[in-house]
């Protein structure tokens, strides 16, 4: 039986009822003896990255039931593999233990996803590259390049780079304010992502479960709250499950196919119309709503992958 370390937020702080990974744990306990890793145990010393570790199991999860036993310290490498749901921010501190994870996957740890490639990769700026079409983007600092491209557009979305949940987010007009209020945000936020704002979010926007390169045909469309823009169920949003229309299958076939090239076993990808607006790869939720047994799919092709790199 395979042993598989879960490094998360604190689990007394997750909604069992709503939390992907806890429902994904609940499926791979079946068949792996899972170990949760203790947020800010981990550390580096002679080559080796260690960690406290203590056996988890998942009871139940409408009534958030576990059991946490059997604490100790040991080198992360006696893991069969390393399954890291970390939300963002990603910041300096996510990064370090990203690099220390990485020195795992040099020792040939099975790290998912890979942490090489949640370093590499940057969420928006991903999905900014494999959408087609392309939504009308800039990236900058420059308050001038921004109040230029919101004068060519009209309307425009402000982001952070590395918050999740829709944290952050804006929506910005040409006023009288809009260059102060530029500069505000550059001043509060650094280098930000701006693009064209798609008035289709009024027919929600759609999450789609990429999972071991197989795109999940069951989506999760989530409608903002009145009066807002952002529809993320963090932020309020209402939401229902739809069918994924046969059209977007080929370029999510071709996104699919990319991100288990380079280690992403589990992403979320979003999209508003034509677009995709954002790819999570740090810690993608919606599982549990989508439903049709797909944490115990997720649970499964994980460990036809601990078979297949351990062969």
Known sequence: MYSIGIYMDPINEIDFSKDSTVAIIKNLQRKAKIKLIIPD???YDSNNVFGSLCDLEIISLKKKKYVQKNSKRMNLNKLDCIFFRKDPPVDQKYISILQMLRELEYQDTFVINSPESLIRFNEKILG??????KIPTIISSNSKQINNFL??????VLKPMNLMGGQGIIKLSLSDDSKYLISSYIQNNGIIMAQKYL??????DNRIIIYNGIVEKNILTRYPPEGDFIANLANGGMYEIKTLKKKYLPNLEKVASYLKYHGIFFAGVDMIGDYITEIN???PTGIQQIGNRLPSKIANELIKNIDGYYT
């Open 281 to 283: 790869i740090t810690s």
């Open 199 to 204: 008035n289709e979010i009024k027919n929600g």
């Open 128 to 133: 900014c590259q494999l959408s087609m079409p």
């Open 151 to 156: 004068k060519l557009h009209g309307v425009i």
């Open 41 to 43: 145990s981990i550390n």
